[in-house]
């Protein structure tokens, strides 16, 4: 496998990533690029300066993987952005070698922090489906999944949990931040 910059010229490698995007997100986030148009702009937003936008790619270049990061307060901190794994080869360390090399990526360009929100739109987890106010943070210190939410792919990564917005996508349908120093 290997780990590149995705191409902006390479409009074989950009139709592989929105693929990506259709095919990993539908099953538990069905509001996300449900279509190929919808995620073929998704992915032409990633190659924009003060971005990153990798792929992880097989020995015949086809696209495993796509991680990309957005350039934030000042280049402090960059919002992981999205992260996808074609379903058929997850829990082979893609994710995480995608994850490293972003986080490698943001080192180079001056960044001291990564964060991201992970979505739960469909009760993955114990903060979805209920009423977070008035002690969310209550509510987020008893987190448990349910359902094999990424939060926990994220915390073996060394990421934390580092608040939640209630209903962000819906009622009872919180995302849930998440966030790591990556300098020492």
């Known amino acids: 496998m290997k780990i590149t910059d995705l191409d902006p010229k390479n409009q074989d490698l950009i139709r592989q990533a929105a693929s990506l995007l259709v095919k990993g997100f539908k099953t538990h986030w069905p509001n996300a690029w449900r279509t190929m148009e919808e995620a073929w702009e998704e992915v032409q937003e990633s190659l924009q300066p003060d971005r990153i936008s990798r792929v992880a790619l097989n020995e015949e270049g086809k696209v495993l993987g796509w991680i990309g990061a957005i350039k934030e307060y000042h280049g402090h901190a960059w919002e992981l952005h999205p992260l996808v794994v074609d ?13 490293n090399d972003l986080e490698e990526q943001v080192r180079r360009h001056g960044g001291e922090v990564i964060f991201l929100g992970t979505d739960d739109e469909d009760g993955m987890t114990s903060v979805s489906n209920v009423e977070l106010f008035p002690d969310v943070l209550g509510h987020l210190a008893e987190i448990r999944n349910l359902k094999r939410h990424p939060y926990e792919f994220y915390q073996k990564l060394g990421y934390f ?3 939640v917005i209630p209903d962000a996508n819906g009622p009872g349908k919180p995302d849930i931040l998440m966030a790591k120093r990556i300098t020492n």
Do not use: K
């Open 87 to 99: 379903p058929d080869s997850q829990g082979i360390g893609i994710g995480r070698a995608l994850v």
């Open 161 to 163: 949990i580092v608040g």
